[in-house]
């Protein structure tokens, strides 16, 4: 393990698991917690931009959490806990307002496109990036695993770093991308859109039944056949797909297929949906033998709360003292 690197991500208790957010989270932080020192949280505080259900954001973060254990995640290598159960971050998050201009939020892309579409009229769709920097340097986090659409929220929290920096000493790390491969899973009904489960039949959620991914990938939309060489957003979507769940050389073997234009897309979408079903079985599996154990399961999640605020409220007595509040905090 690099002990000398920390990585942090978080994940929004918004609803199924589906397999954008498996490829694109879960299973990076797998992978992630045998090299860095780990802390992984469940961002409830995020999820309140959006509208949601009171009564099921404890339940949908006992399901993120229990999908992630069931993949891999080990609650004693990594720190695992539930965002709300440490105030700290959204101290730090006033702190860090205090020092953002409001041009910098309306400039991110993902608030832009969200305003387009008639979602951006709350104060807090708007300062989400501060909190997401909030969640970052609380822990003090070197690299931050992110796709490609979200290198922007970080270059932002790089500059508040900066700033704060400046102002008040060289004390938060400036945090770096860990770029992630197969991040962006595309819809299988619209592979120009990301998986999402607004709508219906786009999405795969991990705990689906055999028969019913099957079915669905039967069903993804492809494309006529080769474009200047590069397959197409469906086909591209399916080997994207491909790479995340079957061994390397079932994909080389289906890529040279398509190369050479003798590839057929049932043979493709057969053997994918196998690979999928393969994978997921022992996850589902387990994910409900721990949510079967909802008290063992929050007690795991207190336990990595603990350890999270200990290491929070360390770095909130450092930056209330740097940026001037002398009076001690009881």
């Avoid at 690197?5 to 299973?27: C, D, M, W």
């Avoid at 959490?65 to 105030?87: C, H, Y």
């Avoid at 398509?258 to 196998?274: C, I, P, V, W």
Wanted: with cysteine; net charge negative.
């Amino acid at each position: 393990m690099n002990s000398n690197k920390r990585v942090f991500s978080g994940i929004q208790p918004t609803g199924e698991v589906h397999l954008g957010n498996y490829v694109g989270a879960i299973r990076n932080w797998v992978d992630l917690q045998s090299q860095y020192e780990s802390t992984f949280c469940i961002v409830d505080y995020h999820a309140i931009t959006n509208e949601y259900q009171p009564k099921k954001l404890l339940q949908r973060s006992l399901e993120v959490a229990a999908t992630g254990i069931a993949a891999g995640l080990d609650p004693e290598r990594v720190t695992l806990f539930i965002q709300s159960s440490v105030p700290e971050h959204t101290e730090l998050t006033w702190f860090l307002t205090s020092l953002t201009s409001v041009g910098a939020l309306e400039r991110m892309t993902q608030y832009k496109d969200k305003c387009a579409r008639g979602q951006g009229a709350l104060a807090g769709l708007m300062s989400y990036p501060i909190l997401q920097t909030a969640d970052i340097i609380l822990y003090k986090a070197n690299l931050v695993p992110v796709g490609e659409d979200q290198v922007q929220h970080l270059e932002l929290a790089r500059e508040i770093v900066r700033r704060f920096n400046n102002l008040f000493g060289d004390y938060f790390p400036e945090p770096e991308p860990l770029l992630t491969s197969g991040a962006r899973v595309m819809s299988l009904s619209d592979p120009t859109s990301k998986m999402s489960k607004s709508v219906e039949g786009s999405y795969i959620s991990l705990t689906e039944e055999p028969e019913s991914i099957r079915r669905k990938i039967k069903r993804a939309v492809t494309d006529p056949g080769p474009q200047g060489g590069e397959p197409g957003p469906g086909v591209a979507n399916l080997f994207t797909l491909l790479e995340a769940f079957a061994p390397e050389d079932v994909t080389q073997s289906f890529r040279q297929d398509y190369a050479n234009q003798k590839l057929r897309y049932s043979d493709l979408k057969a053997t994918l949906g196998e690979c999928i079903v393969t994978t997921l079985d022992p996850i589902r599996t387990r994910r409900a033998e721990l949510l079967s154990k909802p008290e063992e399961l929050k007690e795991i999640l207190a336990a990595g709360g603990d350890r999270a605020r200990e290491q929070a409220r360390d770095t909130i007595r450092d930056v209330r003292e740097l940026m001037g509040f002398q009076m001690p905090v009881r």
